[in-house]
């Protein structure tokens, strides 16, 4: 009887530490996994609010969480680090990154930067979305010099630009169409009649499956959206 008595109390001691444990790690994980979204995020615009939600907490350990929800400044970064981002939110299932402006370094060669307006960035398992507003000015570094770009337009939500220039002393005009092609976001052209304007790659890695780009009308300015999941 003493000795069944004493395994209950040692059971009971094992217990009660099991759930301080755990109970600690609630109240402290989730920061400390705040501090090191803010860390990474951080490297390219100032974080103005990061939350982190996971039960049990004990899961961060392993790189795990229910949802992560990031708002930052104004962000710089190319789009192979987003993507290093994205890689990083495996074993997140919900995830948001929010910013009202974005420098984005697109993959092109040679590099080419866009100025992006109110971003969002989703990740729900193993579904990528994005959202951004465009604008005209913003695509001018899109097309080759000595074009430019006059408005924008979503022909049955395929994001289109109406281009115009001169080529050989001849003027021209016609449209740059951005879509998804092969896992890829590329801009290619449509009654314009220059050969070096064929096709342009602005995004491309490995680790990311492009599967739709398309776009609204807003104001003089387009409402891109385009929708991944991780490549294999």
Known sequence: MWVRERWQVAALAILGIVVA???IAQLVLPGLAEDRVRD???????????HVHAVPAIELLWGNAEEITVSTGEMRIAASELVDLEHQLAGVGKAELSTPAMDLGLTTTPSIRVSLERVSLHKRDDELTAQATVSAAALRALVPPGFT??????????PEAAVSGEFFGVSVSGRAVVRAKEGKVVVEPAGLPFGGFVSITLFSDPRIYVEDVSA???????RMSIRARPAG
Not at 40 to 50: A, K, L, P, S
Not at 149 to 156: I, K
Not at 216 to 222: D, K, N, Q, V, Y
């Open 21 to 23: 444990v755990l109970v």
């Open 40 to 50: 990474r995020v951080g490297r390219y615009g100032t974080v103005r609010h990061v």
């Open 149 to 158: 770009v006059d408005r924008l337009e979503a022909n049955g939500g395929q």
């Open 216 to 222: 609204t009308a807003e104001g003089e300015g387009l």
